[in-house]
């Protein structure tokens, strides 16, 4: 047999390979969206209480939501999302705190029903200052933590380095889920493992000096929702048992999520380096990670436990990106202790002030 025709066999071979391991793959998709799915019905997209707008530094319109009941000596939860979010990605989160304390969400600039940044600017800087033009619009005096998941971890560290008064001032305590302060790419790299992380860097590099070349690769990857969408969300997002229907709607929120989103700003996430920032956040800090993250692995997690003043950290098994949705029960239950335990400090803290007031008029 001659060498071209062998190698017409390989190819033909090859070809016909990959595309049985394709149909496979979405056979086994289409099984996992019809099988056993325990959080379908749940209404993900439903949006907390009602809505007012907060405008930002720059004139950019925020979406603000608050549920819950308000009390001068108890924290308010102010919830801060990842990128390509909104939200409603804190679903399981507000449902259950909103029973005891105040919550306030937000949608990030270009996100949700925010506004696109109104003079483009998608720095992590004009993060940070979102953020604190929500505090100051919805917990002007009251005790605040933070609760970022991914991007929203980062807008954290930007108010960090923007406003290091607000920590240990307003801001009584921080929870950093699924998130890292710098070399996003490196880390993501690394989470992929050797074999891939070598057949992708390449591309990365290419993204990075060109970030709309991410948003082409949206566009085919998610653009129409189909198992594709599926399988890219689910290798990047999420655990092996992760619900399907958990799933489609991060699907949804990033097909939906503005182009500028995709561009720039996803060129601030991958030049970003906010190490600096974290010697500012001098309150108790919960640092929270899923062990197979491939965007934000635990190394990134435990390199924020080491470098921040006064934090702890829990990894959740069989975990990934978005554990606020995927472990959404064993999430709460990390975040109840921590705000319950926050929450009686500033209580004590606050009563001994005035304490100490009553005995200086007395």
Known sequence: MGRTKKALIGAGAMVAGVAAAV???????????????????????????????????????????????????????????????????????????????????YDQRGHGRSDRAAGGDYSMEALGHDLHAVLEAE?????????????????????????PEEFGGRVRAVVLANTGAADLVKEALAGLGARLSGLIAPYALRMRVSPDRVYRLRQRAIGGRGDLAFLVARITNFGPKASPSVIDH??????????????????????????????????????????????????????????????????????????????????????EGFVEETTDAAETESDGRRRRAARASG
């Open 250 to 335: 991060v699907v949804g929120l990033a097909a939906n999520a503005s182009p500028e989103v995709w561009t720039d700003l996803f060129g601030s996430l991958l030049e970003m380096d906010l190490g600096h920032a974290l010697e500012h956040i001098r309150v108790p800090a919960l640092v929270l990670a899923g062990d197979i993250d491939r965007l934000t692995p635990p190394s990134s997690s435990l390199a924020l436990k080491r470098r921040l003043p006064d934090a702890r950290i829990l990894v959740f098994e069989g975990t990934g990106h978005c554990a606020m949705l995927e472990r959404h029960a064993d999430f709460n239950r990390a975040l």
């Open 139 to 163: 917990a002007p005096e009251d005790p605040v933590v933070l609760i970022g998941h991914s991007m929203g971890g980062m807008s954290i560290m930007s108010l960090s380095a923007t406003h």
């Open 23 to 105: 149909a496979m793959e979405r056979a086994a998709i289409r099984r996992a969206r019809t099988g056993p799915d325990p959080e379908r019905g749940t209404p993900l997209a439903e949006r907390p209480g009602t809505e007012r707008r907060v405008v930002s530094f720059d004139g950019t319109g925020l979406a603000v939501n608050s549920t819950g009941p308000s009390s001068p000596d108890m924290s308010t939860l102010v919830f801060i999302h990842g990128f390509t979010l909104d939200m409603t990605a804190w679903h399981y989160q507000w449902k259950r705190f909103a029973k005891k304390y105040r919550c306030v969400l």
